[in-house]
T-cell receptor, first 116, second 111 residues
């Protein structure tokens, strides 16, 4: 059983297209995240959702729109893709950290997005 | 954003050697976590340290949280090729809702 699954694994698309990445977790976690990992392997938080509500939106262009239909799903839709959007996008989930941050994250295996 | 600096950025050693990876910040964290990431996969949690001065051991891996909760170290004894990967430290901001990651230490252990 895959704990955090995201699809697709690879996504190659042309500039200007719109694409979506799906994420599902079966761990019963309340919080889900999207992270972007650049070519230098730096992981940067994009969004965080807690019980379907947006908690964190970290200076991400509004071409990126997350959607959480329920606690187990957090999808990422990207409009008008640009070359600079090429990266690996990771979905993750955790139990809710109420200020202590002691609960670890479970990550999906990533979606490698290449914009050409 | 609370920044975490990791050093060294790259490390290439032979099997059997010992090594230490550092994670430093000017900010105080409520906890720090260490992850290992292998190519084509997401990071996997190794350990969480919460209390200043805490030491945790995971087989040949020893993790320490600084007394002031601003830094942490990971020591690997007798490294093996299976230890190869990207080691990431991550700190929880006081809001607790998201982890900030360091830029990672890429470790290569050759037989």
């Amino acid at each position: 059983d895959t704990a955090v699954s995201q699809t697709p694994k690879y996504l190659v698309t042309q500039m200007g297209n719109d694409k979506s990445i799906k994420c599902e977790q079966n761990l019963g976690h309340d919080t889900m995240y999207w992270y972007k990992q650049d070519s230098k392997k730096f992981l940067k938080i994009m969004f965080s959702y807690n019980n379907k509500e947006l908690i964190i939106n970290e200076t991400v262009p509004n071409r990126f729109s997350p959607k959480s239909p329920d606690k187990a799903h957090l999808n990422l839709h990207i409009n008008s893709l640009e070359l600079g959007d090429s990266a690996v996008y990771f979905c993750a989930s955790s139990r809710t950290n109420f200020g202590q941050g002691t609960y670890g994250y479970t990550f999906g295996s990533g979606t490698r997005l290449t914009v050409v | 954003t609370q920044l975490l600096e990791q050093s060294p950025q790259f490390l290439s050693i032979q099997e059997g050697e010992n090594l230490t990876v550092y994670c430093n910040s000017s900010s105080v964290f409520s906890s720090l976590q260490w992850y290992r990431q292998e190519p084509g996969e997401g990071p996997v949690l190794l350990v969480t340290v919460v209390t200043g001065g805490e030491v945790k051991k995971l087989k040949r891996l020893t993790f320490q949280f600084g007394d002031a909760r601003k830094d942490s170290s990971l020591h690997i004894t007798a490294a093996q090729p299976g230890d190869t990967g990207l080691y990431l430290c991550a700190g929880a901001a006081n809001s607790g809702y998201a982890l900030n990651f360091g830029k990672g230490t890429s470790l290569l252990v050759t037989p």
